[in-house]
């Protein structure tokens, strides 16, 4: 990996993180270990894709409320 930390991935990057983990699992020749080392760090990137995804949440929905006060003034 490039990056240093797991939290400069973008979330586009993240999925593709993820997609390569499942395939890496769905591998016929994978052994325990392996299995057990990508299934640990894709639930490690899927924690970070629902902390950007409410992140994001939270930026529309206060975008959104500035929006309605903005209207009602």
């Given at each position: 990996m490039s990056?240093?930390?797991?939290?400069?991935?973008?979330?586009e990057?993240?999925?593709?993180?993820?997609?390569?983990l499942v395939n890496r699992?769905?591998?016929?020749?994978?052994?325990?270990?392996?299995?057990?080392?990508?299934?640990?760090?894709?639930?490690e990137?899927?924690?970070q894709?629902?902390e950007?995804?409410?992140?994001?949440?939270?930026?529309?929905?206060?975008?959104s409320?500035?929006n309605?006060?903005?209207?009602l003034?």
């Amino acid at each position: 990996m490039s990056k240093e930390t797991e939290s400069e991935f973008t979330l586009e990057e993240n999925f593709a993180r993820l997609e390569e983990l499942v395939n890496r699992l769905s591998d016929e020749d994978i052994s325990l270990e392996q299995a057990f080392t990508a299934y640990s760090q894709g639930m490690e990137v899927l924690k970070q894709c629902n902390e950007q995804i409410d992140r994001v949440e939270k930026k529309v929905l206060k975008l959104s409320e500035g929006n309605v006060l903005t209207q009602l003034q």
